[in-house]
């Protein structure tokens, strides 16, 4: 345990190399990058000029606890450089996130990012993601829709818990569902785009757009949210306050496939239209 900790702690260390002065700086959510924020907070304890845009509440309350100054995208639209963790690290990479439950946000942080690091131990690099259950955002009253569609593609799925046995709900009020995958074939991409095509799903955590440099399936989402968009629509006169808020979610999609639309394919590991994707892991 003490190796990994190690590790997590010289990988946060590292990704501290990628900010400079007058940043706008994304704040991932989990246990390495609790680290890298307690780091940046020592740094600008001593000076460094940054702002931060959280990808949690945890994050939002760590940050300003150390005196990092806090902002929101509707002060900033575009972040610099995001820092954020990975619970696999496959090939390409292809990640999987989302473990803590805040992969909705996290996503949309590393999609508003000029360029996003990923920071892990060697223990999160895998040949095959699938090892841990691939978590799904859903909107609690169609979790039954997705979760038929899941098993329609091979997949089980289980609302995720808390100890106490009561459902864990996300920042934005909707479930997750934990899935158990296997080892994730090389169709990948096609299996996320298929699963964000479901019209109550949030988001998957599959990060294959995000941090592998292939092309985002932008005609697919936005197909998927002029349906979401239609029955959205036809729910106001039947459920008034389930329509608003579907509505509302609705915009926050948009922006991610605003958002999406500044990545371009290629080689990984390169800047492309002001966007870079790379990884830290550290032995």
């Known amino acids: 345990m003490r190796c990994i900790d190690d590790a997590k702690e010289l990988a946060a260390k590292k990704s501290l190399d990628f900010i400079e002065d007058g940043m706008v700086v994304g704040l991932g959510t989990g246990s390495t990058a609790t680290r890298f924020i307690k780091l940046l907070g020592e740094r600008v304890k001593r000076g460094l000029k940054i702002r931060a845009i959280p990808s949690s509440n945890a994050s939002k309350e760590l940050a300003e606890s150390l005196s990092i100054p806090v902002i929101d995208f509707q002060r900033c639209p575009e972040i610099d450089v995001a820092i954020d963790g990975a619970d696999e690290i496959a090939p390409g990479l292809a ?72 459902d864990f709900i996300t920042e934005e009020g909707n479930l997750i569902l934990d899935c158990d995958c296997g080892e994730i074939q090389p169709a990948v991409e096609a299996a996320a785009v298929d699963l964000d095509r479901t019209v109550a799903t949030t988001l998957n955590a599959l990060e294959i757009q995000v941090a592998g440099g292939s092309e985002p399936a932008v005609p697919e989402l936005e197909h998927a949210l002029n349906a979401f968009e239609r ?37 990984i590991s390169a800047v492309q239209d002001g966007y870079e994707a790379r990884v830290l892991a550290t032995e």
């Not at 106001?236 to 958002?259: I, K, W």
């Open 95 to 166: 990640l999987i996130k989302g473990g803590g439950g805040a992969l909705l946000h996290e996503k949309i942080v590393a999609n508003a990012s000029k360029r996003f690091i990923v920071i892990a131990d060697s223990s999160k690099v895998v040949t095959r993601l699938g090892k841990v259950p691939l978590p799904v955002e859903v909107i609690p009253i169609a979790s039954p829709l997705v979760a038929r569609k899941l098993m329609q593609m091979g997949i089980r799925s289980s609302i995720r818990r808390l100890n106490t046995g009561s």
């Open 231 to 267: 029955s959205v629509v036809g729910m106001n006169a039947l459920d008034e306050p389930a329509a608003v808020h579907l509505a509302e979610r609705l915009a926050l999609y948009r922006t991610l496939v605003g958002a999406v639309k500044k990545i371009s394919p290629g080689p």
